[in-house]
């Protein structure tokens, strides 16, 4: 069954400003932007999950807590512009709901990082339900001719928030770049599996754990994305269903391998639309996940004989089933690029080279993350984009 889902329109504002940017739309595949440079290579910290869930971001928020209320306050401004103050003021007040009724550890996080950042509380959750409701990303799977697959993802966050004309940038995006860390999750003293997170952020979007399963999460465009699955929850008190980012947390911290994490990120109700990309450590374990809150669809690797499905699986933010918009297709360039090395040449450089092309790199894009399922490596880099380049 194709899980339901309609698109998002883009306004005429936002066309004018892409004809004011003077961006260009995909000319060739990249070939030379790897190796990245070694000062944008995304810092590590450690998450213990030993200590008290109110304890276990202290830490992170004693480095990036300034850059976490920056952000936030950026996002509040954004969201009262868009909403009206009446409206944002009646959201805020559902905040601290939405918070508490969140199970255990996940509030008792919120609170230790509101009071770490001095962030208010209401302000801590809007933060970490941001993606339920904006977000856009490119990511690929793919596997060598020996049957060993490489996992690599664009992350782009900014989703028409704050564009500034000046320096042709997302406010949004910007602020997320001194946010962005690379996390080893730790129990029992021993590493349980990595994650590319911003500061403050519980959920997880990127992550790998070794020799078990690689995972990367991309929005899926809908009217009303994830705000009827919230009202649910707040006003209606439906809490059998997962938030989208903290559904893939529990799995890479109890799910022991591959087929049981694709069985649930397939099974389990969710609050909002959205593509679940996974790859695991054996020849064709690699699917993307295509979610409604009830309904899936799945595509494997192998599933076709060229193109996405065959030695790669490629999924930005539309549904493999129509045809991505003239104004953002990062499909058709990435699938391109892909068949045009051929999977003789398939490496973390080429997957990286790939997420650098234009555009499918592009204004949004925060980081690139690059993960081997088998060796649980991780990295991840951040990305700007110079002019020209198209805004998302």
């Not at 595949?29 to 008290?52: F, G, I, R």
Request: hydrophobic letters at 40%; charged letters at 20%; glycine letters at 6%.
């Amino acid at each position: 069954m194709k899980p339901t889902g309609a698109p998002l329109f883009i306004t005429l504002s936002v066309l004018v400003m892409v004809l004011q940017v003077g961006a260009q739309q995909f000319k060739k595949c990249e070939m030379s932007a790897y190796p990245p440079q070694k000062h944008d290579l995304v810092p590590v910290y450690e998450v213990d999950l030993d200590l008290p869930p109110s304890k276990r971001w202290d830490h992170l928020m004693k480095d990036r807590g300034p850059q976490v209320t920056a952000l936030v306050d950026a996002v509040s401004d954004l969201a009262q512009s868009i909403l009206g103050t009446r409206l944002y003021e009646l959201l805020l007040s559902f905040l601290p709901k939405v918070g508490e009724s969140m199970p255990s550890p996940y509030y008792e996080e919120l609170q230790g990082i509101s009071a770490s950042s001095g962030v208010p509380l209401s302000k801590v959750t809007l933060y970490n339900i941001f993606y339920e409701a904006f977000s856009v990303c490119t990511s690929i799977v793919a596997q060598n001719p020996a049957g060993h697959l490489i996992h690599a993802r664009n992350l782009d966050n900014g989703a028409f928030l704050g564009w500034d004309s000046s320096n042709h940038t997302w406010r949004v995006a910007e602020l997320l770049h001194p946010l962005s860390v690379h996390l080893v999750w730790k129990k029992n003293n021993a590493t349980l599996f990595r994650s590319i997170n911003f500061a403050g952020y519980i959920g997880v979007l990127t992550g790998v754990k070794e020799n078990k399963f690689s995972f990367s999460l991309n929005k899926r465009l809908s009217l009303g994305g994830g705000l009827m699955g919230i009202l649910e929850w707040v006003l209606f008190g439906d809490h059998k269903q997962s938030w989208v980012s903290l559904l893939p947390r529990e799995v890479l911290e109890e799910a022991d391998n591959y087929k049981e994490a694709q069985h649930i990120l397939t099974s389990r109700r969710l609050l909002a639309p959205v593509y679940y990309i996974l790859a695991g450590p054996e020849p064709l374990q690699g699917c993307i996940i295509t979610r409604d809150r009830d309904n899936s669809n799945l595509v494997t690797l192998g599933s076709k004989t060229e193109g996405s499905g065959s030695w790669f699986l490629v999924q930005t933010n539309y549904d493999h089933w129509n045809k991505p918009p003239f104004f953002d297709d990062r499909h058709t360039p990435s699938c391109h690029c892909l068949t045009q090395a051929g999977q003789q040449n398939t490496s973390s450089s080429l997957l990286y080279n790939v997420l650098s092309t234009k555009p499918v790199l592009n204004k949004e894009t925060v980081y690139t993350a690059v993960m081997d399922p088998k060796s649980g490596e991780l990295e991840a880099w951040l990305r700007h984009c110079p002019d020209p380049c198209w805004p998302w």
